[in-house]
């Protein structure tokens, strides 16, 4: 006779906490699966998700305030008046 385990479908949080004991406590793939009741491929798989997912957190995206006050400040950089840069006037005095 052979043993299946129960279909359990987490929610986000427990998904996450699952695989946080073992990313950042450590645990043994094999003992988080076997106390949570989940097989190793659907371990696996939630990594996998998680992995392709993350890279979205990462990635800027555009704000609109921010496009404004990046352009403002490009306007303002044409628009002053160009400097020239001072010459040194050092004198130096020797001494007899």
Known sequence: MSTFMKRVNYSGDETVAILRAHLVEGLPVSEICRKDDISVTNFR??????????????????????????????EKKVEAPETTPRSSSRTTSKTS
């Not at 921010?66 to 490009?74: I, K």
């Open 45 to 74: 798989n939630s990594q996998k998700i998680l992995f392709e997912e993350a890279t979205q957190l990462f990635d800027r995206k555009p704000n609109a305030a921010n496009v404004r006050r990046q352009e403002a400040a490009a």
